[in-house]
């Protein structure tokens, strides 16, 4: 059986590109694509009191638009498997119950502008990139897949990953054969890493014997963004905590430096999948 990604469309240029993102990762790497909209009553629409009539006519538009964007990939990429679905109803609950159906390994958004302007973004794709379960591939909406060839992971060594991380990790690296790179940024001068959390983290990654990496920076996006440039990686890992330096950049005082990392999908890998 082949694996699933969950592609979400809002018929955005930024989630076109994710389209063909993803589309070029399923025909590299033998997966399914689901294009997915989700279409929500605006709360305007009950305060105006306009009739279902409208409503009904919304819904007919964004069916043709998926069918639209359905067509548009099917036609560019022949060899991938691509399907289409549209659900009414909470953003939210709707992203959850299609990963229930779909057993989806991947879902896959468009950045709704740049990674620093991500306050501006709309409220349903924040939440999406930080509750759902899943792997969230975020792709910047003027990067084109590439063969995936260098994976970073950042690693901050507070907490050790739980055991299905190491497993997601491993398995995307095993499915694209890219050189794998551990990378921890600390103050400086560097402060000296728990011995037990590092010895954890490698015993969970030996048998891809990574390189490790530590980068010396006050700045944490600063240190990943000249690590990645440096070391040419297509791909960076993060590992979202509740309250931890993730966490912290989504704060609307620290998303500007997010910019640094434009030239790069990152890739959250959650603590609940």
């Known amino acids: 059986m082949k694996n699933n990604i969950i592609v979400i469309t809002d018929f955005s240029e930024s989630a076109a590109n994710a389209l063909n993102y993803a589309c070029g990762f399923a025909k590299d790497h033998n997966y399914n694509i689901l294009l997915f909209h989700i279409y929500t009553i605006p709360v305007s629409y009950a305060a105006e009191g306009l009739s279902l009539a409208a409503i009904d006519a919304d819904l007919e538009e964004d069916r043709s638009k998926l069918r639209d964007e359905l067509d548009r990939a099917k036609s560019s990429f022949r060899e991938v498997h691509i ?54 591939l975020v792709v910047p909406r003027h990067i084109e897949y590439s063969k995936i060839k260098n994976i970073a992971f950042a690693c901050d060594y507070k907490k050790v990953c739980e055991p299905h991380q190491f497993e997601t990790i491993k398995d995307l690296v095993r499915l694209t054969g890219a050189g794998f790179h551990i990378v921890h940024v600390s103050h400086s001068p560097a402060k000296p890493v728990s011995d037990d959390r590092a010895d954890a983290v490698k015993a969970g990654f030996s048998d891809l014997t990574p390189q490790y990496h530590t980068v010396e920076n006050n700045n944490i996006i600063k240190g990943l963004a000249g690590f990645t440039g440096q070391y040419n990686i297509d791909l960076l890992l993060v590992i979202p905590r509740r309250h931890g330096v993730w966490d912290k950049l989504m704060k609307k005082s620290y998303t500007k430096q997010l910019a640094l990392l434009n030239h790069i999908p990152v890739m959250a890998i959650h603590e609940n999948s």
């Open 83 to 136: 399907e289409a679905k549209m659900a009414t109803g909470d953003y939210m609950e709707c992203l959850k119950e299609l990963r229930r159906e779909s057993d989806a390994q991947l879902m896959i958004l468009g950045t709704n502008g740049e990674y620093s302007e991500v306050w501006s973004w709309d409220e349903n794709w924040l939440d999406a990139l930080i509750a759902i379960s899943c792997p969230v």
